[in-house]
T-cell receptor
């Protein structure tokens, strides 16, 4: 158990809908990262927050957004969903943002868009 | 920009045999390198990481990796495979030399262990 929790574990929805994925980092960790894992794209970095502020952006679509709240939990919002958004979404956390810092991964949310 | 390449999307070994999973990196700055393992229907777990302290890095479950700058490699090895090692293994590099610590992953290697 990494100490990172993600809810829900599974999500099934329809095209055009909007969903919210939630992540609670390990106790004391200030940095949260979101990654997407799909068969065709592999594991891709989406976005990072550090202590409530956006720190880095990767290949995140404009239809996707995220935020980190004062209690340090984070939410990833996916809207106007398409079939290709079906993937495993991971959240990871670390206690700061320096190079070489270990990221601890949650169990993921499996999203299926029908 | 940093990147990693994993040679061999599938590797099969016999129980007790040597495990060798290959990873080559590309980086304009001294890299931070990681190996993660993903068991079926689970998240990623850190096996080991290289942060320039020592070129031979020992990790959990008997795995180790050697950083070779001349070969731009960070291959993962285990002397004797166990059935429980069957999983997918990802090599990753920390981007920007540490500015943000976002991870760039390889495409993964699925390890099968035959009895």
């Amino acid at each position: 158990d990494s100490g990172v929790t993600q809810t829900p574990k599974h999500l099934i929805t329809a095209t055009g809908q909007r969903v919210t994925l939630r992540c609670s980092p390990r106790s004391g960790d200030l940095s949260v990262y979101w990654y997407q894992q799909s068969l065709d794209q592999g594991l891709q970095f989406l976005i990072q927050y550090y202590n409530g502020e956006e720190r880095a952006k990767g290949n995140i679509l404009e239809r996707f957004s995220a935020q980190q709240f004062p209690d340090l939990h984070s939410e990833l919002n996916l809207s106007s969903l398409e079939l290709g958004d079906s993937a495993l979404y991971f959240c990871a956390s670390s206690d700061w943002t320096g190079g070489g810092e270990t990221q601890y991964f949650g169990p993921g949310t499996r999203l299926l868009v029908l | 920009a940093q990147s990693v390449t994993q040679l061999g999307s599938h590797v099969s070994v016999s129980e007790g045999a040597l495990v060798l999973l290959r990873c080559n990196y590309s980086s304009s700055v001294p890299p931070y390198l990681f190996w993660y393992v993903q068991y079926p229907n689970q998240g990623l777990q850190l096996l080991l990481k290289y942060t320039s302290a020592a070129t031979l890095v020992k990790g959990i479950n008997g795995f180790e990796a050697e950083f070779k700058k001349s070969e731009t490699s960070f291959h993962l090895t285990k002397p004797s495979a166990h059935m429980s090692d069957a999983a997918e293994y990802f090599c990753a590099v920390s981007d920007d030399g540490g500015a943000t610590n976002k991870l760039i992953f390889g495409t993964g290697t699925l390890l099968a262990v035959q009895p």
